[in-house]
């Protein structure tokens, strides 16, 4: 029997003991209700934002009208004609049905019904979808996530005109498209449904969204809880080799609100899928709301619905794109749709939180519903708040002790760093743990690759994940972290990875000019453990904060450890040889080194190696604490890559053999600007002459910093002991140290 928590018995026995679903007071009830509609209808010519956005919808649901409706035979993948009309009639469906609410005009519900019923003729002749790439066949779709993104839409539009249709109407829709399409979506597809996932919830939340609509509390428990008897045998995968069935494992939509959400509101497969799964929580969340609301949806685990927004907005660079932590396509930002959603029910549903009014200023555009209105209202009254993003460590896991990610900023964020630490990530994790990302004023300096994928185009592989996103992506060397022995953390494998998690050892983030994060990976590999220490630091006689980064490494035996950095431009200078071949080879021949050209190598000297890029016309200076037999490598990624599904981006390589225990101690350091108008430099130079690590064992790791100035600089860490309030003392150069808390750092130009 699986496992029931106290809250899910909580709702079970709330399920069994409060009215049903046929207590409403009627349709609409979902996002729009008949209370707001009249408020709508009030308001509108007075509410500037609603009245702009109604407006544009309108022009455009009045363009598919004139077009007329098609509803073709499925045959194409993303990208495709059919694949993006099916996709365009569920928009406009929904848009449709709220302009017949708010204008009371039936030519909407006319075309709504219309086109419902070409459905309705359609669907219970059609086949399995013709391409056969998903584990989770559609019909209307190549994947059966695509389906259920069809339905939650449609139950929208169907909520809306519900009462202007006749009764035979509705029974004859219901009867023959939607409680077969609920069906299909869930007890035919089990693998699909009863899993913990973000195609899930998708799942989930449409058949429980047309539960509602149809006032059919089968179908609502169904989405809620789970399919009882799903005939799955655990450890069933998908196409991405993800789990499936997990022996035990909840399911439902309550399991998927429990266990991928940490209690800081962190969704574990990342903000990119954070992004695309916070639609149908919400969605379905409010209109759970609406119609039974003594589920108290909104408490659910002491509100992380309602946290999550906050947590995805934060992280997000300065331009509102979120960072792409595991699989993610770069420029996705809080500027999507399903993210104007998931502002205007927070604000509407979660005691109107002024700084959500910025966020949706910016987004320019609200939704045609009850939040939409009032965000409107509030952004008409002047009630906005700026949001701001400050530093911020969130945990991972169900219970929050599975790693995180910590977000530290400088300033306005003038400089933003991302560091992992995270668990898996499901089936869309990558294998990277204590990797991070930095920013200068939402431009990527030192970045995370992403995905290999182009969404929605067709030309490309059908807009599906390529095999390069195995192949690259997902690989250790793809990231700013530790490789050992060219091998990806965990073996590259799934079945392992989503075993382990890192551990956070201090997060310290009070001082704006000192702001450090530390992190353990001790499974990785066997026998060896990775801490990582980021620090940014402003010192006074710097132009802009730097970062320091120290990484130790204790192994039980001699390895060959890689550390690249992905920096983002073109390089200005290297004051280390190096030689440049006349043939390009590849790096390695797995693991992501396949992939890799080695554009030119060199070895470290007994001076601090310097590497200097400039990118957006600003410079950055990577200054490194080396070995003299250390070796440098200038890495472009392009090698077999027929297809050139990969981006040419470019990476230092710092190499470092046969040794067990080790540090590697860098510096990036962003200094100057260059004005292609005036064309002249301002700080191109690097202000830092040395690093040097000067003190390192299971206690404390030091480094020493010089200025070209003169000036020096000592930062300690403590390996043990990190508690804010512990004393630590250590002997270092004849001066014994003494400081509280987790690190030291001070100014030595004076000794």
């Known amino acids: 029997m699986k496992p029931i928590h106290l809250l899910t018995i909580l ?137 259920a993104n069809w339905l939650l839409y449609v139950s929208l539009a169907y909520d809306a005109i519900y009462e202007w249709l006749s009764v035979d109407e509705r029974k004859q829709l219901e009867a023959n498209l939607f409680r077969p399409f609920a069906d299909f979506l869930s007890v035919e597809n089990p693998q699909f449904f009863n899993r913990v996932h973000n195609h899930s919830t998708w799942g989930n939340a449409a058949v429980g969204m047309i539960g509602l609509v149809m006032r059919d509390d089968e179908l609502v428990n169904r989405a809620l809880y789970g399919l009882e008897d799903d005939g799955l045998v655990a450890g069933a995968r998908d196409d991405d080799g993800g789990l499936i069935k997990v022996e035990g494992q909840e399911v439902g939509f309550l399991a998927n609100l429990e266990e991928p959400f940490s ?164 089936s869309h994790g990558h294998y990277d743990k204590l990797s991070f990302s930095l920013y200068e004023h939402g431009d990527e300096v030192l970045q995370d690759y992403g995905m290999v994928r182009f969404v929605n185009i067709e030309q490309k592989g059908g807009g599906n994940y390529l095999p390069e996103n195995t192949s690259w992506a997902k690989q250790t060397i793809a990231h700013n972290t530790l490789t050992q022995n060219g091998t990806s953390h965990f073996e590259g494998k799934y079945e392992i990875g989503s075993q382990h998690h890192s551990v956070l050892s201090f997060f310290a983030a009070s001082s704006p000019d000192v702001q450090v994060v530390s992190a353990i990976e001790a499974n990785a590999y066997p026998g060896t453990e990775m801490r990582r220490t980021m620090a940014m630091i402003k010192f006074r006689e710097f132009q802009k904060p730097i970062v320091l980064d120290l990484f130790k490494v204790s192994s039980d035996r001699p390895h060959r450890y890689d550390l690249p950095f992905w920096y983002m431009g073109q390089i200005i200078d290297a004051n280390f040889e190096y030689e440049s071949p006349t043939e390009l080879a590849a790096l390695g021949s797995q693991n992501g080194y396949q992939h890799l050209y080695v554009e030119g190598s060199g070895q470290a000297s007994s001076v601090s190696p310097q590497f200097q890029w400039m990118n957006k016309n600003r410079f950055y200076t990577l200054t490194s604490a080396t070995r003299t037999d250390d070796e440098l490598f200038f890495a472009r990624l392009g090698a077999n890559d027929p297809d050139f599904n990969l981006r040419r981006d470019a990476a230092l390589i710092l190499r470092r053999q046969n040794v067990s225990d080790t540090v590697f101690a860098n510096i990036v350091e962003p200094h100057g600007s260059y004005s292609p108008v005036s064309e002249l430099s301002d700080n191109p130079n690097s202000s830092v002459s040395e690093l040097k690590v000067v003190f390192d064992d299971s206690r404390y790791t030091a480094v020493s910093m010089k200025d070209r100035q003169g000036r020096s600089y000592l930062f300690v860490v403590a390996n043990k002991d990190v508690a804010s309030d512990r004393t630590h003392s250590l002997k270092l150069d004849d001066q014994v140290l003494t400081w509280t808390g987790p690190y030291y750092l001070i100014d030595r130009s004076g000794d």
Request: net charge negative; aromatic share 10%.
């Open 11 to 147: 709702f079970l026995f709330a399920a069994c003991t409060k009215p049903s679903v046929g207590r409403s007071d009627g349709h609409p009830s979902l996002l729009m209700t008949k209370a707001g509609v009249e408020s709508i209808r009030a308001e509108l010519g007075n509410v500037p934002l609603f009245d702009a956005t109604l407006a544009n919808v309108k022009a455009e649901v009045d363009a598919e009208i004139e077009l007329g409706i098609d509803t073709p035979i499925p045959k194409d993948f993303s990208g495709g004609y059919t694949h993006e009309r099916h996709k365009r009639n569920f928009v406009i469906l929904q848009k449709a049905g709220a302009l017949y609410q708010i204008l009371d005009d039936e030519t909407y519900a006319v075309f709504v019904r219309d086109m419902l019923f070409q459905y309705e003729a359609i669907y219970k002749d059609l086949p399995l979808h013709p391409q056969k790439r998903s584990y989770a066949r559609g019909k209307l779709f190549w994947q059966c996530l695509n389906d």
């Open 263 to 426: 209690p800081d509101g962190y969704y574990t497969e990342g903000p990119y899928y954070q992004r695309y799964a916070m639609f149908p929580f919400l969605i379905f969340g409010q209109s759970l709301n609406n119609v039974r609301p003594e589920l108290g949806i909104l408490e659910y685990k002491d509100g992380v619905l309602m946290k999550g927004v906050g947590t995805l907005l934060n992280l997000a660079d300065a331009d509102g794109d979120f960072f792409p932590l595991n699989d993610a396509q770069k420029g996705m930002s809080y500027y999507t749709s399903s993210l104007v959603s998931a502002v205007n029910i927070a604000y509407h549903m979660d005691g109107n939180d002024p700084t959500l009014l910025s966020i949706a200023e910016k987004q320019g555009q609200v939704t045609l519903d009850d939040a939409g209105l009032a965000v409107a209202a509030g952004l008409r009254d002047g009630k906005a708040k700026p949001f701001v993003k400050r530093s911020v460590s969130l945990s991972d896991g169900r219970d929050g002790t599975e790693g995180g990610v910590a977000v530290l900023r400088h300033g306005n964020e003038s400089l933003t760093l991302v560091f992992k630490y995270t668990a898996q990530g499901l």
